[in-house]
């Protein structure tokens, strides 16, 4: 059985304040998505608001394998096939059609925050816009399993159960994660399983939560230029969401405090 780090209502609040940040950080980037912009235009843009938010950029130097290719970005921008992990770059130009997912972490007062949305840049079709919709719906089925007494794959079943009932499929060799003084603490959170297994949920746990959801099949191939950038073996279009969220004995705790497009979605404060 892993190692659970349970949090503190003190460490809650500062990873509230941690995860604000990147909210507040995505809603920045989204006011500047606009066909012509580049991802590293992005990239800069973001590091820009997290250091002047008094937090430090937690993707930058991220350590690939021991190979030295750490991943160079403050965030990573996944356009159209591009499921995860994608590195910005001033040679990737948005077009009107394009939907790109940024994923985004930060260090603030020891603890990280961690976040990801997918966005339509311009006009996106209506099968686009689609599978982003139903991303971020199974993001919040996933959210409404954190309740104390649950399991992990309560939350894993969800994810998958509202994704390929309408179709789509979810992503296997990528998963949500703890997160604390770590970035990646245990448990594991995959997007897949059946419930009732895994670890159970107990208040002071901190989960993100990050649906992977491909149009077509689940299968990913990985970059074998950097390393990094995962794609849709077959081409399909993929979106991403996460949110990180605290297991209180009222209920999930949606940190940051993001605005919910589903207002059922509640943030629950901590006591």
């Not at 599978?131 to 309560?154: F, I, K």
């Not at 969800?158 to 296997?172: P, W």
């Not at 997160?179 to 995959?190: D, F, K, M, R």
């Amino acid at each position: 059985m892993s190692r659970l780090v349970l949090k503190s209502p003190a460490e809650l609040a500062i990873m509230d304040r941690a995860n604000a940040i990147v909210q507040r950080t995505l809603d920045e980037i989204e006011g500047l998505l606009r066909p012509g912009v580049t991802t590293a235009e992005i990239d800069r843009f973001a590091e820009q608001q997290i250091r002047a938010a008094g937090a430090t950029p937690a993707f930058k130097g991220y350590p690939h394998r021991g190979d030295g290719r750490d991943f160079p970005g403050t965030v990573c921008s996944s356009v159209n096939s591009e499921v995860v992990h994608g590195i910005p770059s001033p040679h990737v130009v948005l077009r009107s059609g394009d939907t790109i997912s940024i994923d985004l972490g930060v260090l603030y007062e020891g603890y990280y925050g961690d976040g990801a949305r997918t966005f339509p840049v311009g006009d996106i079709d209506e099968a686009a816009r689609r599978l982003l919709d139903v991303t971020r719906e199974a993001l919040n089925e996933g959210v409404r399993q954190a309740q104390p007494g649950n399991r992990v794959s309560d939350i894993s079943y969800a994810v998958q159960r509202h994704v390929e009932a309408h179709g789509f499929s979810v992503v296997r060799e990528f998963v949500g994660h703890g997160i604390g003084s770590a970035l990646h603490e245990e448990p594991q959170v995959p997007n897949f399983g059946q419930p009732g297994r895994r670890e159970r949920l107990v208040p002071g746990m901190v989960l993100a939560i990050e649906p992977m959801v491909n149009a077509g099949s689940p299968e990913v191939v990985l970059s074998a230029e950097d390393g990094w950038t995962a794609r849709t073996r077959d081409g399909s279009r993929s979106a991403h969401f996460e949110l990180c969220v605290a297991v209180t004995e009222r209920g999930p705790w949606v940190l940051g405090r993001p605005q919910q497009r589903e207002p059922e979605v509640r943030a629950v404060a901590a006591d």
